[in-house]
């Protein structure tokens, strides 16, 4: 079975800087999906970023990019020019299988990162 | 469009009470699926309908627990007797079925379950 650990329960920044997340995750799989979700205070959880096993360029949206070691199994997430807005648990996430692994999302989940920015 | 919704957003129940947790998912979504949060440890998949049909209820802790979505629209969760350990949050998401990989999966609010 696949396990996501996220080593770091709590982290903080300073509006403007720049963060790193930690996700590190366990597989005999070749071919998965690793996530990012982000869930501000009493929001719905958002997707921020996806990364295929396949393709080895690390994923870019925007002010987040990811840093994916597949030899290392691990997928750290940065958040740049941080804002108050990315305040908000985030959650990595594994998915099996590639295109051949069929439709559904059934993922799964580190504990969590709680992360503030302060002003 | 509107967004998969959960009532309630929070339900107390004493322990051996019933509770009955409903989903609305995105209109047009054939994936739908549950997830709970036990406080302090991981979101954990539950199961997973493909309209009306379980798909995979590999994640349903025990007997106690039975979901369902008459007509491929909504889904219920309910949870009868309630066990303290049952508590936590309780997340429904939906999806396309086709082009999933370009159709991302959203997420409800949730419902916070509180056993007492």
């Known amino acids: 079975a696949q396990t996501v650990t996220q080593s770091q329960p709590e982290m903080s920044v300073q509006e403007a800087e720049t963060v790193t997340l930690s996700c590190t995750y366990d597989t005999s799989e070749s071919d998965y999906y690793l996530f990012w979700y982000k869930q501000p205070p009493s929001r719905q959880m958002i997707l921020v970023i996806r990364?295929?096993?396949?393709?080895?360029q690390n994923a870019t949206e925007n002010r987040f990019s990811v840093n994916f070691q597949k030899a290392a199994k691990s997928f750290s997430l940065k958040i740049s020019d941080s804002q108050l807005g990315d305040a908000a648990m985030y959650f990595c996430a594994y998915r099996s299988g590639g295109f051949g692994g069929g439709s559904n999302y059934k993922l799964t989940f580190g504990k969590g990162t709680l992360l503030t920015v302060n002003p | 469009e509107a967004g998969v919704t959960q009532f309630p957003s929070h339900s107390v129940i004493e322990k051996g009470q019933t509770v009955t947790l409903r989903c609305d998912p995105i209109s047009g979504h054939d994936n739908l699926y549950w997830y709970r949060r036990v406080m302090g440890k991981e979101i954990k998949f539950l199961l997973h309908f493909v309209k009306e049909s379980k798909q995979d209820e590999s994640g349903m802790p025990n007997n106690r627990f039975l979901a369902e979505r008459t007509g491929g629209t909504y889904s219920t969760l309910k949870v009868q007797p309630a066990e303290l350990e049952d508590s936590g949050v309780y997340f429904c998401?939906?999806?396309?079925?086709?082009?999933?990989?370009?159709?991302?999966?959203?997420f409800g609010n949730g419902t916070r379950l509180t056993v007492t």
């Open positions: 998401a939906s999806s396309q079925e086709r082009d999933w990989y370009n159709s991302p999966l959203h």
């Open positions: 990364q295929e096993a396949y393709k080895q």
